[in-house]
Structure formats: structure tokens, C-alpha cells
């Protein structure tokens, strides 16, 4: 069992859009994509078409960041996940496992065709300001590097 702060568990549960970055040839790209996370396997899961920009750059350079937030205008209440990890499309067992998760949440997609893709984690980043102005919680096999 990975050891991470159950605050930040709930709240990457809690959202379903995340900001992928990825890069090829040193040009960074964005996307937002719908994801389920699963805590058994400390992934986030989503689905992509081969084709897709921020697929094609996985291809070829599988370390990617990204960003989970709440948007709100209340610095108080400010809320959000940067992580760190590697992005590969799952296979066999762990695609079976991955699938049923992401049909779980989103049933939707069992209307179309699917390309399953994970984010295995290593780094997370937890920023709450309801904990107070700027706090951090931070999990990850880096986490003394004092990322801020």
C-alpha cells in the first residue's frame, strides 16, 4: 500500500478533468482529459486517441506533469494537485483492471471506441490554502527535493 496523505486522495477523487503536459523535441504541450484515478495502483486513467498531440509525445517521452484543480476566486479556499509520473497505455491484466475502473466512473464510454492510457505516479503536490496560506503536502519517491 503507497502511503499518501488521504487529503489528497480525496481530493484528486473529488475532481474528473485534469491538465496533462507533455513534451517532444523540447516543445511542451497541454491537454485536458477526463480521468479516474485508482488508488490501488497510484494512477490516473483516461482515454485518448493514438493521434492526439499529448498521445503521440507519450510515444516518445513517457515522463509527463500535470495538474489537478478548483477553480475558485477565494484565496482561502484554494485547491490543487501537481504531479509528476510516467504515461504508457496499460496492457493485459492492468488494462482489464484500468477499463473497468474508467467504466465505473464514466459508463458513457462504453459507447465508444476507447484508447486507455494511465499516468503512473511519482510525484504529488497537494496545495491548500484552507490548511493555511500556502500550505503544501507532498508525497512522491522525490519528495525531499523540495519541489515548490
Known amino acids: 500500500m503507497i502511503d499518501i496523505d488521504k487529503r489528497i486522495i480525496e481530493f ?5 478533468v485534469l491538465t496533462l ?9 497541454a491537454a485536458n482529459c477526463f480521468y479516474v484515478y485508482s488508488e490501488e495502483c497510484n494512477m490516473l486513467i483516461f482515454t485518448t486517441d493514438h493521434k492526439t498531440k ?16 478548483l477553480e475558485t ?8 494537485i501537481q504531479f509528476q509520473g510516467k504515461m504508457y497505455e496499460p496492457k493485459d491484466v492492468l488494462l482489464k483492471q484500468v477499463k473497468a475502473r474508467y467504466l465505473k466512473r464514466f459508463p ?7 484508447n486507455l492510457w494511465v499516468v503512473e505516479l511519482s510525484f504529488l503536490k497537494f496545495t491548500d490554502n484552507r490548511l493555511g496560506f500556502g500550505k503544501k ?6 519528495a525531499s527535493d523540495n519541489r515548490n
Open 12 to 16: 484528486i477523487n473529488k475532481h474528473h
Open 21 to 29: 503536459t507533455t513534451s517532444n523535441n523540447n516543445i511542451p504541450y
Open 54 to 69: 499529448h498521445a503521440q509525445d507519450a510515444i516518445n517521452q513517457t515522463l509527463v506533469a500535470g495538474s489537478i484543480v
Open 73 to 80: 476566486n477565494v484565496i482561502g479556499k484554494i485547491q490543487g
Open 108 to 114: 458513457v464510454a462504453m459507447l465508444m471506441k476507447t
Open 137 to 142: 503536502l507532498i508525497w512522491g519517491k522525490e
